[in-house]
């Protein structure tokens, strides 16, 4: 993919997930106008800049026109590498790719390296192989673990109704989403998939927690998780699956002050 259409799809990503508020903070006077203005400078036909913003809809939900398609492999990495970072942080990274001085230059290349969003990779015989739509962090992640919460409280997942409490760890780096106390105590992962079917993207710390913990760790995987989500419960996935290795390049955002405000 060109890096004109990459760098189209990370200022798409602002335009759906912060609407009509980020048009405006954008300096421009409607959607249509952004469109045509970002478009001009991306060297990227505008209605292009309109279909990249429309087809991230279907994790913000602003809009229905593409909530019954797929969201395509390359969108979803730009969604699982930069959606999770503040209104703050996109807006200057959107900055940096709307302006592309030379001060901005190194940043412009950053942003576009840690994508992929090339040839489908190859298989043994040389032959291209489908990209396979795996689990996001994320909105799509929160949303899976919202709907395993409201599901549990309602009593809707069976076999633990000796367990009084799911406990939300979310916050604690714990390896695992949430927790049931008692003998065992049971460790739930929840993954959440907006395609029907897809792969599962387990971090290193959740990998290692599944590897301890064993058969008290349950994997829950959502699917089709903004129309009709289909939940599995998979018991042990240390035990049941045999993932490869799988690494990462990451945009992280730090504010500096220099020494001279202080």
């Given at each position: 993919?060109?890096?004109?259409?990459?760098?189209?799809?990370?200022?798409?990503?602002?335009?759906?997930?912060?609407?009509?508020?980020?048009?405006?903070?954008?300096?421009?006077?409607?959607?249509r106008?952004?469109?045509?203005?970002?478009?001009?400078?991306?060297?990227?036909?505008?209605?292009?800049?309109?279909?990249?913003?429309?087809?991230?809809?279907?994790?913000f939900?602003?809009?229905?026109?593409?909530?019954?398609?797929?969201?395509?492999?390359?969108?979803?990495?730009?969604?699982?590498?930069?959606?999770?970072?503040?209104?703050?942080?996109l807006?200057?990274?959107?900055?940096?790719?709307?302006?592309?001085?030379?001060?901005?230059?190194?940043?412009i290349?950053?942003y576009?390296?840690?994508?992929?969003?090339?040839?489908?990779?190859?298989?043994?015989?040389?032959?291209?192989?489908?990209?396979?739509?795996?689990?996001?962090?994320?909105?799509?992640?929160?949303?899976?673990?919202?709907?395993?919460?409201?599901?549990?409280?309602?009593?809707?997942?069976?076999?633990?109704?000796?367990?009084?409490?799911?406990?939300?760890?979310?916050?604690?780096?714990?390896?695992?989403?949430?927790?049931?106390?008692?003998?065992?105590?049971?460790?739930?992962?929840?993954?959440?998939?907006?395609?029907?079917?897809?792969g599962?993207?387990?971090?290193?710390?959740?990998?290692?927690?599944?590897?301890?913990k064993?058969?008290?760790?349950?994997?829950?995987?959502?699917?089709?998780i903004?129309?009709?989500?289909?939940?599995?419960?998979?018991?042990?996935?240390?035990?049941?699956?045999?993932?490869?290795?799988?690494?990462?390049?990451?945009?992280?955002?730090?504010?500096?002050?220099?020494?001279?405000?202080?």
């Open positions: 993919m060109e890096k004109k259409f990459k760098l189209g799809l990370i200022v798409a990503l602002y335009l759906s997930k912060y609407d009509s508020s980020a048009v405006e903070r954008l300096g421009y006077k409607s959607r106008e952004a469109f045509r203005e970002i478009g001009l400078k991306l060297n990227v036909n505008h209605n292009t800049i309109k279909h990249m913003r429309d087809q991230f809809d279907t994790i939900s602003h809009r229905a026109g593409y909530h019954q398609s797929p969201m395509p492999p390359s969108r979803l990495e730009v969604a699982e590498k930069y959606s999770t970072l503040s209104e703050s942080a807006y200057e990274i959107v900055i940096d790719i709307l302006n592309q001085n030379n001060e901005s230059k190194n940043d290349e950053l576009v390296n840690v994508l992929s969003l090339d040839e489908k990779p190859e298989n043994d015989n040389g032959t291209k192989r489908e990209k396979i739509e795996y689990t996001t962090r994320g909105i799509t992640g929160l949303k899976a673990e919202d709907f395993f919460r409201e599901k549990f409280k309602k009593g809707e997942i069976t076999g633990f109704n000796n367990y009084r409490e799911l406990i939300d760890t979310r916050q604690e780096g714990t390896g695992y989403d949430f927790k049931l106390n008692g003998e065992p105590e049971v460790f739930f992962e929840v993954k959440g998939l907006i395609a029907e079917k897809g599962i993207l387990f971090t290193d710390k959740e990998w290692e927690t599944a590897k301890k064993q058969e008290q760790y349950i994997l829950v995987f959502i699917t089709n903004n129309h009709e989500p289909h939940i599995q419960l998979i018991k042990n996935p240390y035990q049941k699956f045999n993932p490869r290795k799988n690494i990462n390049k990451t945009i992280t955002v730090n504010w500096a002050v220099d020494e001279s405000q202080l």
